[in-house]
Structures are given as C-alpha cells and as structure tokens.
C-alpha cells in the first residue's frame, strides 16, 4: 500500500506545486469533487470536471448517444459521493472535422437525456475542432446545512456498503473490448445523486466506483489509513449481467470487481451505530445497500473474507497501465494475482 | 447582420435543444460566462469552460508553459467580462503518449504563474491520455451586491471603451502563422480582472475580446440591435507592437483587430452619463480607458469613422472558418473586404 499509484504520479508532476484556494475544505484526493467554502456563508460549493477521452480512443464508448450520456454521468457521480445537490453542468466538445450530422444528433440526445435524469441542467459550454472527438464537462453543486461526503472518515469497525450491485462497469468494458471471448452488455448507469445526499447523514466516508471497486478501496484504505475486509461472498453482490458475463467468458467472477472501469455506485462506510439510519433512510427512500464487509485497522490490507490473503490493491490498479492497456495480457494478469 | 454566425450554427446543432437551468440569469450567448443565481440568496455563480485546442493543432500556442498561461487566462477572461471575484480554476489536460518532462515542468509553471497573476486558484481537474495535448479550464467566479455586467444593455449614445490597447492578439498570431512576412511579437495576456469588477458599477455592457475586436463588435451589435461607430483613428488604440507588426507586414493596421485571435481585453459601454464615474474609477485604480467610439441605431452596423463605409463584421467572423484555416487566403480575404 506504499507503493504509489501511477495515475497520482502523473497528477503530481502537472499539479505539483499549486497551492488550491484557502476557502477549499479539501486537499487532493480527498474527495471525489473539490469543495469550497463560499464566503459569508455556510454554503459549500462542489466542482468536479471529468473528461472522456480515452473511454472513447479505446472503443470502450462508440454510441454517440453513450458518449453523451457519459460524459454528464461521470461528473453527476462526483457530485453524488459528496452529496450535493446539483446546480448544473458545463461541456466542452471537441469535434473531428469530419463529425458528421448523426455524430452531432447522437451525442446532443445523450446530453439532453442524462442532463435531465441527473437533474443536471446543461447550463453552458465551448466547441472546438480537433483530431479526435472528446468531451470534457465541468458539474457543480451545492452542499447546504450538513457537512459534505468525503474520502475521509471512516473507522475501523465501521460497516462496507455499496448503493447497488457492483461489476457491471467491468463487465461492459470485458463485453466491448474482448468481444470474441465475452457477451455484450447493457450499460448506461445513473449516477446515485440522491443516495448521496440521504448518505450525508449517516456515512462515514463515500467515494464513487468510477475506476472500479477495487481501485475505490485501495484509495479509501490510502485515505484513512485503515483496512478492508469483505465478508460478503462474490455473487451476491455482483450486478446478475456482471455474474453472467463471467461465467460466459470463464473468468472468476471478482474479476468483473477489478477493472479500471467502474459502474458508477457510491462505496460508502458507515458507524456500527448509525446503520440502523442507514436501513431507515434507505426503507423510505425504496433503496436496499448492499453491504459488503468492515473497515479494519490493517493499514492498507483489503481481505477478500475476513480471514482470506490479502489483495494487492495498487497491483491490481497499476496493472492496467503497466501492461500498457493491452486488454487480454491484463485479464492474464489478473487472473494471475487472484492464484 | 442577420447573416448567421458559422461558430453559432455549430453550437446550436450540439446544444439546441437543452433547457437550461431555472436559476441561470443569461441565455446562451448573453454573457461571457454562465450566470447562476445561488438559492436563497443574493450571490450570483459565474462558471465558464473555454479550452485550448486549435491554437496548439494550428501552432499559434507551442511553447508548454504559454499554453498552461493561455489554460488559465481565456478562463478568467471571461470572468473579467461579468464583473466577477475569482473563486477558483479547474483543469482538465490530455496529454500525448510521449509527453517529455519538460512539456510536463512547462505547462505545470505557466499553469501556476497564470492562477497565482490572476488571484485564480487550481483547485483540481482531470488527467487523461490522448492522441494531442489539450487543455480544458473551467473557472469559477461569484457576483456579490451588484448585477453582474453581461453583453446585453447597450443604448444608442453609449460611448464604446476597450480597458487597452488593442490588436496584439492579431499581430501575436500573424507572426506565428506567416513567419516569413510577419515579425514575432510577445504575447502574455492578463486577464482585465479588477478593471471587469469596477465596471459593473458604470458600464451598460461588456465582453472579451477573445475572438478579436470585430467578432466582439458583431456579437454586441447583435445582442443589442444597435450599432457601432469607431470615431477613434486606428493608430492610437492599437498596441504599440501590433501597429510595427502592421507596418513591418505591409498591411493595413485596422487589419491587427480583425482577426480570430483577441488581446483579451474587454471591450465595454458606458451611458453618456457614466462617463464622468468611469474617468474617476479609472484614475483611482492608475487605468485608462481607451475610448473607440460610440454606440448607434443602426442595427447591426459597425462603421470605421462616423462618416465611413459599413463594415461586414460578419463576413469578417465567418471569414477563417471560410478559407478552411488558410491564414495566407484569410489575410487576402480581409485586405479586399477592407478594400
């Protein structure tokens, strides 16, 4: 858990040396949008921008419509694991020179149809033309009266939950880009916007799946200095398309767990004492967590089962990058480090 | 006038048919940033997105840390144009598979310098890898007490003001892109910051000129069915450095404020009897207004002299994106069209 995280090491050489705003409440990494006290008020404000470029280089999105619907979703998910409110989003689109007009028409109705489902009004933005097509947007939020959801905070003891079952961000990406050795599946996750704000009173710490479970976990362990250990077997917590597309392709399934892409739930703890909140805020809201396991004091040591070896969560998140991206010697890999 | 504007066609393809926000004060194109009002208060948000990306594809920005300067400022530029305190700046950056350290070290210290000359916090962003370097800010600002300055309420016998001399955006570029007929020229702007936050109190109307002073002139005019008389000889507003530019190229000066590329100055209206309000606000903070001309009945029509032709501005916006980006072909299509 000391080794470092190379998509950190590429944040630091940019970002090194800037020294953030003195109304900011957080510091890097700490939570998924950046937070800033407004002035004269006990209003925060949440910003968080979220590209999707290499989603869409890789082939992982194709769809203009998905593209679109991503390029909202990514960032209303940052906005849900601090638990805003949602104020509105920015865009900012570079289109290829050849973009024709059903490229235009798809990525417009994506927008449109995810801004609406967030309740994330697209408020602005920019066009450019380049070489390839991508989208940058920028969400913000509001955090009003309660304090805001972080990275930070949880205690050993503390329960595991996730907003819903996990894998299918995994199962989709294995689906797209090992089309030969895996089914197709749906995807087109909502961001859980209002789980976050009702977990604004009972959780400890939340952070969204974006880059998948198990890179979720090993950056809430680096956070809080603590441990996690799943008790939940695999199975039930994995989305069913997730558990059928693993089977499908004979892989195991915790391996629809690890992948750099997620499935856009909030991982979330909460104190043994609140979980009874938990279950209440969840019962009237028609939502049912999905509890995984316990933080624990073992720095850095994620447990799949409370006496299984320990997982090494920086290997499984390097890996992708270490092996350059190539999808099946990753898949290897993976297989490899679960033995 | 009513000749549609080309970057307009394109946006209203992308973003035609989204809602906006009930909260947001600005329709698009009102303003040069988003303006929202904040719940249960008087505090306007201003959000802007504006990303670097053609000028580094066509060569104008090559120098790594005048692209992470250029990152920061076309952003608090138009936080400029609404009057507004800066908040903060979020950077999202794509860079190439073989990014050197020194790209790296150069766009981290022109990003800083530029947030810490323009009081505007990097507060977070995003990293992603990509086939060519591009850079996409998204800055933050808040209007207190006071209307925020938007690009609409400009009357005739208004008086027309930039905070600067104008053109070395133009002179800037044409060096950069006809070396060989065209001398190099310096070019770090400044975002007019303080000058945008003392004309909220006098100024009928503001917007950068990011995109040159005729593209300005044009959208004004067309957001305020007015006019624009530039009484004012072109030598005295022009930078000293754009009129050596002008004369060292053989081209007409007035030539230096055409084209798409803007000095990121504001370009603002004052009522008659403001003036007196502007000149005092002026000399406290050591800053002169350099006076243009006046603001006119004749909808959509700009004129070089009170007495002089009608200028087809728009013909002049739509001209570089007409030639397909060919700057010797653009710099011949406005010497006839100022013929």
Known sequence: MTAPVREHGLIERLAG?????????????ESDAELLRLPGSGVVLALTTDAVVEEI????????????????????SDLAAVGAEPLGILMSVVL?????????????TGLSAAAD????????????????????????????GECPLTRCGARPGDRLFATGWLGLGGAYALGRLLPGSAPAVAFRPLARLREGRLLRRVASCAMDTSDGLIATLDELARRNGCGFS??????????????????AAHLPPWL????????????????????????????????????????????GIVRLGAEGAPLDT???RNLFDEVGGDVPAY?????????
Not at 17 to 29: D, E, K, M, T
Not at 57 to 74: E, F
Not at 118 to 140: C, E, F, K, V, Y
């Open 117 to 144: 489902a967030h309740g994330l009004p697209l408020i602005g933005g920019d066009t450019n033309r380049g070489a390839t097509l991508s989208l940058t947007g920028t969400a913000a939020g509001l955090v009003d």
């Open 57 to 76: 280089a890789s082939g992982l999105y194709a769809d203009p419509w998905l593209i679109g619907w991503m390029a909202v979703t990514v960032n209303a």
């Open 256 to 299: 629809m767990l690890a992948g750099p892409h997620g499935e856009f739930e909030l991982v979330f703890t909460v104190p043994a004492d609140r979980c009874d909140a938990l279950a209440a805020a969840g019962a009237d809201a028609g939502w049912a967590p999905v509890e995984l396991g316990v933080v624990t004091g073992e720095r």
């Open 96 to 108: 290829p020179p050849d973009a024709s007009d059903d490229l235009v028409a798809g990525l417009r």
């Open 17 to 29: 040396a800037f020294r953030g705003s003195p109304s900011q409440l957080n510091r890097r990494h």
């Open 331 to 339: 898949v290897r890999g993976l297989e490899r480090l679960s033995g």
């Open 230 to 247: 799943i008790t939940a077997p695999v199975e039930p917590v994995l989305h069913r398309d997730a558990l059928r597309a693993a089977t």
């Open 314 to 316: 920086t290997r499984v």
